[in-house]
Every structure is written in C-alpha cells, then in structure tokens.
C-alpha cells in the first residue's frame, strides 16, 4: 500500500485555514441564502395573494351582477405574457392569458378554492415557474385560479445563489493565501536556522543565524550562534593541532625517509626476515610520509575558509596536463568539444584528479578511462577503473578521513592512507560541487565529479 506524502507545516496551516473560511463563510452564506430567499419569496407570495384576491372580487361582482364581457374583464386581469387566470365553473373553464393545459393545475388545488378554502402552490407549468393562487367564487359555485409567474424571482434567486457560491469560493481560496504567507514568515526563522545548520553541516563553520527582532526568537538565534561559534573554535582548534602536530613531524619523517631510500638501495646486502623487515619497514614510512602530507593538507584546509583563488579553468586541459606528469601508461582523456570551464583553484582540483587517479591505482589498477563532460550547467568528470568495484555499503563511507573501505586495518603493500578521498570531497565542497562513486558499464567503479559551469 502507497502511503501518501505528508504535507508540509506551511500547506498544513494553509489548508486548515482554507477549511476554516470555507465552512464559516458557507455558513455565513446559508444564513444569508435562506433569510434572503425567504423574504423575498414571502413578499412575492403576499403581492401575488393580494392581486389575485382583488381579481377574485371582480369577477365574482361581474357574475353576480350578470354583467356581460367576462372574457374581456379575464384578459384584462392578466398581468403579463406569462400569467395564466383561469376560472372553473361547473361544466365549463374560462382561461386567459398565456395558454396551458388545465390538467397542469393540481385538481386538490382547484377543490379547495371551490370549498371556500383559499390555498395557494408553487409549480412549474410549461418549464415556467409561478405561484398558484386558488380562491372560491361564491355565486358562480367555482373557483378563481391565478398563476403569477416567478421569472423574475427565480432569476435573482439564481444570481445570488451563484454570487454566495463564488464568494464562497473565494475567500476560501484567499484564506488558504493567507494561511500560506501567514505560515511563511512565521516560519521564516526556522528556514533560516535550516539554511544555515545545512551551511554548517557543509563545512562553512561561518554560517550564523541574522539577528533577530521578535523577542520569542531572539533565545533562538543568540543559543544557535554560540553554539556555531564554539563548534568553528573547536574545529580549528582540532585543526590547528593537526596541523601543528604533521608540520612537527616532518623534519623527523624527512630523516626516515631519506633513510628509508638508502635502505631499500642496499635491500640486496639484507637477506632473509631482516629483508622482509625492511621492506615493511620503508613502505611503512612511506605511507607514514602521505599520511603527514595529507593531514597538513587538511588542516589548511580546515583553517582556512575563504582562501580560494579563483579562476576560469578549463577543465579538459587541467585533467590532460595531470596525466600527462603522472609516470606510467599514459590514460586518454575524453573530452567534448566545447571547453569545459570552471571558476576554482588550480591547485585543490589538481589534487583531486591527482588523488583519484592515485586511488584508482592504488586500488584497482590503474585508470582504465577518464571524461571531462558538459551535463546541464554542471561540468562532469569521470574516472573509471577495471578493478572490483565499490561496495555499495561503503560507496559513501569511502569519502569520510581515515575510512579505507574493505582494506581497512590491512598492512602491507600500498594501502594508502583513508585521506585522498576525503580530500577530493573536501575540495569538490569548497568548489558547490558534488562527488560519489557508481558501478562502471562493464564493471569496476566509477568515480563522478561534477562542479557547477563557470558563469552559472
């Protein structure tokens, strides 16, 4: 069973206020409706009532006088192309006015006007509304019946009706408005705090709530800035010791490596255990050596966060420069025709098409194929490798520091350091771009990074 998205607090608050207008102004336009209609319908009933009871007497005084002309005396009784006057007599009825089949009128209707009842009925003769007004004539043992037309009544029946309907409608639809900018900027605040927990969350450890006028809010804002403010202390403090503990070790580490590199010159003379010692002895301090070079990295990085030196870069011509000083089988580097620019740093995306081809390498290989594409206002950078593939468990945590994927915890060989791939997400970052890693056409693992186009 398909559940439903949930709507938002501002749709929420927006319909809920909707409804609300909707039912108080139906109510609203029922009381309207019914007091209105109903007045008017009394007043049309009474005008009609009196009319036809003056009529009445007319003609009961023509029949008891025997007064000739009561055809005539009928006609002129009509008030109008749509009102029927009809007189029931025994064994005979006299109409005047616009034609109608007699047996459109209720026969309860014409026995009560003939048992000196008066009584009166809405009916629709002909698809024409009127008011039926049966009254008893006494020296005729008959009945007087009258059809007032409503026409016009039934037509401002229809407008207002129609009128109540859209106003109806209307001030629901303006209440829903209402509800939605009302909520909007009483939510105002929180989309601020989420905009910038998200800035946080991205690494710009800059980001603070504006200050805030509503006494209600201000707490809010105050708390949220200090927290921010002791989390950037806290991060560059962290930043500041690695930085300073990696600086402190490289004149040390630059002593093991160059002793390292006289060693392994001499691993011939050094047989047995003790060789195999020494082998893991050197690329230890070679990974160690990395590792230093990274963390200083790093750590700059995390100091630093508006040290970007921005410029038009091609993006097709950096990755060709980087291949082509890498040692090794030389990869081809496809690429559109069109240039493929960017507005970044040559040196961080130097390092993280450096990075992922040494992690390709490392790990899988070699490249086996790297692409600079154009994709919607995006430009892409692909570099694929033939090896096993990335779990998708760990297609996420391979980017996080110290994270080494399945390898982690190995010894031996060139296992690299957990730090490349977490510099190349933090350089992306820094540059609004995005980077992941997929399962390649044909197998293998696809590392994609897309950086937005230059003037975007």
Known sequence: MTRLPRLTVRWRVATALGLVSLLVTSALAFGVWNLTSGYMLRQREQSAIRQAEANARL?????????????????????????????????????????????????????????????????????????????????????????????????TFRFLSALLVAGTVLVSLLGVALGSWASRRALRPLTELTRAASRIAGGDLRARLPAQTDPDLTSLAVTFNATADAL?????????????????????????????????????????????????LTSEVDRFARMVVDLLEISRTDQQTEDLALEPIDVAVLVRNVVAARPGRPVEVEADPSPAYVLGDRRRLDRVVANLLD?????????????????????????????????????????????????????????????????????VQRHHGAVWTEPRPGGGARFVVEIPEAGQ
């Open 232 to 280: 950037e202390q806290r991060v560059l403090k962290d930043a500041r010791f690695a930085g300073d503990v990696s600086h402190e070790l490289r004149s040390p580490l630059t002593t093991m490596v160059n002793a390292a590199a006289v060693l392994r010159r001499r691993r011939a003379e050094v047989p047995g255990t003790a060789g195999k010692a020494l082998e893991l």
């Open 359 to 427: 992690n390709a390498e490392r790990h899988a290989g070699g490249a086996v194929r790297v692409a600079v594409l154009r994709r919607a206002e995006v430009v892409r950078l692909e570099v694929d490798d033939a090896g096993p593939g990335v779990p998708e468990e760990l297609r996420e945590r391979i980017f996080d520091r110290f994270d080494r994927g399945a390898r982690a915890g190995s010894r031996g060989g060139d296992t690299g350091s957990g730090l490349g791939l977490a510099l190349v997400a933090q350089h």
């Open 59 to 155: 003609v009961d005084r023509s029949l008891r006088n025997g007064s000739e002309g009561l055809t005539e005396l009928l006609t002129g009784l009509t008030s109008g192309p749509d009102s029927t006057v009809l007189l029931y007599r025994p064994g005979e009825v006299l109409t005047s006015g616009r034609q109608i089949d007699t047996d459109d009128v209720p026969r309860r209707l014409v026995d009560l006007g003939r048992r000196n009842t008066p009584a009166a009925q809405r009916l629709v003769v002909d698809g024409i509304p009127v008011l039926a007004v049966s009254l008893p004539i006494t020296s005729a043992d008959g009945a007087y019946v009258e059809l007032a037309p409503l026409v016009q009544l039934d037509r």
